[in-house]
């Protein structure tokens, strides 16, 4: 098993800090930083973003720069032996810039242009800001590129905006020139016959355009090209300016506008952003296992190499509704649930409180109070002395015989679909929730999962998940048919392969582009239940025993055929009562399973237990886990460091294998049955 070299070459150790602003201070509170280097070591925090939103005080005036402030920050950061993430500072443009190239701001969707002061509100087209951003960052790369402190480059900050200039628009416009090449192909692509909307030339091309699905995909797939263009510009006035240093950008869970997975292709170490809401009263693991959704994705974007978590809250977020504190523990067991899923440091927004501005309430390790007598510093400094101890982890991974398959291409696909499944909420879409209520019972049953886009390498694995799996990439359905073949078991669900790359249906039943003859299926229709309507999922093979019964299904119903696939399911109501619900069809070597219904969550607990048995897949524990508790393991190839954590309200009782496991923090042995309270993490170690 591989172990990788630590995201920070020269520290192989666990990174904790946060996002550093004390630029907000020095001309009020001189010895800003003497106060806070000796609450960082007293916290144990080792390494800060710094500089992201400092551009106005770099360049107060265009043209006239000041980086000496910079200068002494950075030297008595070294000299404390703090390690210094140094940010771009395109976030946040001056105000004189905004004032004198009005063109640098963004326009929306209807053509109105922001002028209001804010963040990440610039134009990606723009070439002034272009311009202006490369000279900023071939200075900082000039001046920093051999700074003792500077151990990776933080670029920009949680890249999103969204523009419709006639910049953009021109931008756009090239692109699908380069895309297609020639306006047939669009208009055949587009199916632009539609409404009579067919193009003579490129300059008729509106993004605004509502009537094309081929259009609103790709003006999607180009706003995200246009973000991983400005990164590269970013990172190449860097390397201009002789800066040698890895870069890194942080990124935001699944925010829907931006496919990270292109962004991640750019960059040489994954960040992420993560602030979830914790219910607090009750078990919270739902919760639990969509954080972990996102961080497996995260492990899985560049083959399993671990990542670090770049923003996190000690202890609540400003802009929650309402903004309730995190309960004793809760910051701790976020903190380490990261680490169990292949972060190599856990970082926070924000270390100090500043005192005015959109977020002087946003939790922070130092309060406003200013020093370390608060429960929120006692915290922050119980997770660095977890963190220490835990330096033998760093560049390990999680090996999984699971993939499950999440791509923002399908999502898109569905949201800029009428008369789908789509959702306009920032995250819990239909797609993503879909993935998530499949990728539940693996993560309480304690297996691992790796998180890829449907047009990543399958063959490492022995069962691939794919809910929802609405749109079909160019040779997705090849590589799904040769996965198959190969013996490997596939898993498929209502919605499943009925457009292509372009958002237009397949023709010749669906699922489309052969996995008709994979599944051994033919879906007719599709149902979309009322919430009075009944229906439900009758199961009677006595092979699976655990599955027999009557289970509620919908709202969404397929109404199929089979052909040539066994049927193990189906509906009980409605006029399709009696007709296929789950099959499964032997192709090749594996088998693929197709469950056309959303249904019980307690039903796809007990078909993805049964897939598990069938496959013997491998948990953390060897047995099943109690409700609410998670657990996984990252290995060297001769130890595994086993997290379980217990997000239930009740103490509960885990089974070890035989194995000799040794607590990391207390050093002990620990026998099984282990005990684990409410709001509690536990990290073992076992040979592997």
């Given at each position: 098993?591989?172990?990788?070299?630590?995201?920070?070459?020269?520290?192989?150790?666990?990174?904790?800090?946060?996002?550093?602003?004390?630029?907000?201070?020095?001309?009020s509170v001189p010895d800003i930083l003497d106060q806070d280097i000796?609450?960082?070591?007293?916290?144990?925090?080792n390494t800060f973003s710094v500089g992201i939103f400092s551009w106005a005080r770099y360049e107060?005036?265009?043209?006239?720069?000041?980086?000496e402030w910079m200068d002494r920050i950075l030297d008595r950061l070294a000299a404390a032996d703090v390690n210094v993430l140094l940010a771009t500072p395109s976030a946040a443009m001056p105000a004189w810039m905004r004032q004198k190239y009005p063109e640098i701001s963004r326009v929306n969707r209807d053509g109105v242009r922001e002028l209001q002061p804010g963040r990440m509100d610039h134009c990606f087209?723009?070439?002034?800001f272009r311009e202006k951003v490369g000279d900023i960052n071939r200075r900082l790369a000039e001046r920093y590129r051999t700074h003792p402190?500077?151990?990776?480059?933080?670029?920009?900050?949680?890249?999103?905006?969204?523009?419709?200039?006639?910049?953009?628009?021109?931008?756009?416009r090239a692109w699908l020139r380069t895309k297609y090449g020639t306006l047939e192909n669009l208009n055949r692509a587009w199916w632009t016959s539609f409404w009579g909307q067919s193009f003579q030339d490129w300059g008729e091309i509106n993004p605004r355009n509502r009537a094309l699905d081929g259009s609103k995909l790709d003006w999607k797939r180009f706003q995200t090209d246009q973000i991983v263009d400005f990164l590269k510009h970013e990172i190449a006035a860097l390397r201009e300016g002789g800066a040698t240093q890895p870069a890194t950008t942080n990124m935001m869970s699944l925010w829907p506008t931006v496919n990270f997975q292109r962004l991640a292709d750019t960059v040489d170490v994954i960040a992420d952003d993560c602030y979830p809401v914790w219910k607090q009263n009750g078990r919270d693991e739902q919760t639990a296992a969509s954080i972990s959704f996102v961080h497996d994705l995260r492990r899985s974007m560049k083959g399993g190499r671990p990542w670090v978590l770049m923003e996190s809250c000690p202890s609540v977020p400003q802009w929650h509704n309402p903004p309730k504190l995190k309960r004793p523990g809760m910051a701790r067991m976020e903190m380490m649930q990261a680490v169990a899923h292949g972060s190599d440091g856990v970082l926070y927004f924000q270390w100090r409180k500043g005192r005015g501005g959109h977020e002087k309430y946003h939790g922070a390790v130092v309060d406003h109070v200013g020093h370390e007598h608060t429960r929120v510093f006692r915290d922050v400094s119980e997770i660095g002395n977890t963190l220490a101890k835990l330096d033998d982890l760093v560049g390990t991974t999680t090996p999984a015989e699971v993939a499950f398959v999440y791509d923002w291409e399908v999502r898109w696909a569905l949201e800029t679909s009428a008369g789908v499944l789509k959702d306009s909420a920032v995250e819990d879409d239909a797609y993503t929730e879909t993935v998530k209520a499949h990728y539940f019972p693996y993560w309480s049953m304690g297996v691992p999962v790796d998180v890829l886009e449907s047009r990543a390498e399958f063959s490492g694995y022995r069962l691939l998940v794919a809910p929802r799996l609405?749109?079909?990439l160019p040779g997705v359905a090849d590589a799904l048919k040769t996965f198959v073949e190969n013996g490997g078991t596939l898993v498929l669900s209502a919605y499943c392969g009925q457009v292509n790359e372009s958002n237009l249906c397949f023709t010749g039943g669906w699922p489309g582009d052969g996995l008709r003859e994979l599944c051994g299926i033919w879906v007719e229709e599709t149902d979309r239940l009322l919430p009075e309507d009944q229906q439900n999922l009758t199961f009677a093979d006595p092979r699976f025993p655990a599955l027999q019964g009557e289970w509620s299904a919908g709202p969404l119903c397929?109404?199929?055929h089979a052909e040539g696939a066994e049927v193990l399911a189906t509906y009980g109501a409605q006029f399709y009562a009696g007709t296929p619900a789950l099959t499964r069809n032997a192709f090749g070597k594996g088998e693929v399973w197709y469950l056309a219904t959303d249904v019980d969550p307690d039903f796809l607990l007990g078909l993805h237990r049964e897939l598990k048995n069938r496959l013997k897949l491998r948990q953390t524990t060897g047995t099943d886990l109690p409700p609410g508790v998670g657990a996984t393991w990252r290995t060297d190839g001769e130890s595994e460091w086993v997290f379980l954590q217990n997000f239930g309200t009740d103490s509960v009782e885990i089974s070890l294998d035989s194995r000799p496991h040794r607590d990391v923090e207390s050093g002990e042995t620990v026998s099984s049955p282990l005990h684990l309270k409410p709001v509690e993490t536990r990290i073992l170690q076992r040979k592997a």
């Open positions: 098993m591989q172990k990788y070299p630590p995201f920070l070459s020269s520290f192989p150790k666990m990174a904790h800090g946060g996002d550093y602003n004390p630029e907000q201070w020095l001309e000796r609450l960082m070591r007293l916290s144990g925090c107060p005036r265009e043209g006239e720069f000041s980086f087209s723009s070439r002034v402190a500077v151990k990776m480059w933080h670029i920009s900050n949680e890249y999103q905006s969204l523009c419709h200039c006639e910049q953009c628009v021109e931008a756009f609405y749109l079909l397929e109404i199929l």
